[in-house]
């Protein structure tokens, strides 16, 4: 079985662009996070969608989005770049999303600001 | 808030020898936890998981230790070996919730 892909997995970006990053879960995999990863910072939860429907939000502003098509495949955008937005946007993917299934992790995009 | 913490950014361990990784949750209602490796530039990769109804769960040479009271987790790696070195990350979710939360990561580095 496939595991999870993301693309690309290299972008830089100039401040005030906006982006867009994609991810194909495992096959079957209906629940998709997005994670973002910053030195010191841990992963930190930016957002859970199930069929194509967004179950929690992560502390994060308006300006990152994302959504969920009817094949499970997710986008995150990020609009309007400020140079705190480089990092490691990773996503993972489960069955359902629930307590007690495990999360699998996607390669990562890494996202430089200028 | 950091809800799930890993106070130690980094350890050093000797080849062959014991590695403890710890970290401390806050919220009590975490019901399941999980410890990741991550190696650079590649996603986290799943080692092992345990649900809050116990207090420790084995897979080869890795365990992972569930002190509720305390609020506290530990992964034991023995023997450690060189391949071990990476980032390790615990993890936490609550059901119904569709969230991990992750602390901040510990460098392992195995000494041969």
């Known amino acids: 079985k496939a595991g999870v892909t993301q693309t690309p997995r290299y972008l830089i970006k100039t401040r005030g662009q906006q982006v867009t990053l994609s991810c194909s879960p495992i096959s079957g995999h209906r629940s998709v996070s997005w994670y973002q990863q910053t030195p010191g910072q841990g992963l930190q939860f930016l957002f859970e969608y199930f069929s194509e429907t967004q179950r929690n939000k992560g502390n994060f502003p308006g300006r990152f989005s994302g959504r969920q098509f009817s094949n499970s495949r997710s986008e995150m955008n990020v609009s309007t770049l400020e140079l705190g937005d480089s990092a490691l946007y990773l996503c993972?993917?489960?069955f359902g999303g629930g307590s007690g299934e495990t999360q699998y992790f996607g390669p990562g995009t890494r996202l430089l600001v200028l | 808030d950091q809800q799930v913490k890993q106070n130690s950014p980094s350890l050093s361990v000797q080849e062959g020898r014991i590695s403890i990784l710890n970290c401390d949750y806050t919220?009590?209602?975490?019901?399941?936890f999980l410890w990741y490796k991550k190696y650079p530039a590649e996603g986290p990769t799943f080692l092992i998981s345990?649900?809050?109804?116990?207090d420790k769960n084995e897979d080869g040479r890795f365990t992972v230790f569930l002190n509720k009271s305390a609020k506290h987790l530990s992964l034991h790696i023995v023997p450690s070996q060189p391949g071990d070195s990476a980032v390790y990350f615990c993890?936490?979710?609550?059901?119904?919730?569709?969230?991990?939360?992750f602390g901040t990561g510990t460098r392992l580095k195995v000494l041969a």
């Open positions: 345990i649900s809050s109804i116990k």
């Open positions: 993890a936490a979710s609550v059901t119904g919730t569709y969230k991990y939360i």
């Open positions: 919220n009590s209602m975490f019901d399941y």
């Open positions: 993972a993917s489960t």
